[in-house]
């Protein structure tokens, strides 16, 4: 069985048309949200970087929540 390891204090940052909208970090579960993002106003690309591992997930926004799962980082 793959364990799973939690990015606690992992950088996250939400970028929409290419300009950065808002940063934070990571809780003690690797979970975070982005708060008051306008519903249906297009594609965000989620940037997560944590030691020496980067990752980019583009997210087309809709309604009000979007889970995006497990994030791979290495």
């Known amino acids: 069985d793959r364990v799973e390891d939690c990015a606690a204090g992992a950088s996250v940052e ?3 048309d290419g300009a950065a909208v808002a940063t934070v970090s ?3 579960f690797g979970d975070f949200k982005f708060d008051r993002l306008p519903p249906r106003s297009g594609s965000y690309v989620v940037r997560v970087a944590f030691q020496s591992s ?3 997930v583009t997210v087309p ?3 009000e929540s979007v889970y995006l799962g497990v994030i791979q980082l290495s």
């Open 14 to 16: 939400l970028l929409h």
């Open 26 to 28: 990571a809780d003690v």
């Open 54 to 56: 980067a990752r980019e």
């Open 61 to 63: 926004l809709q309604d």
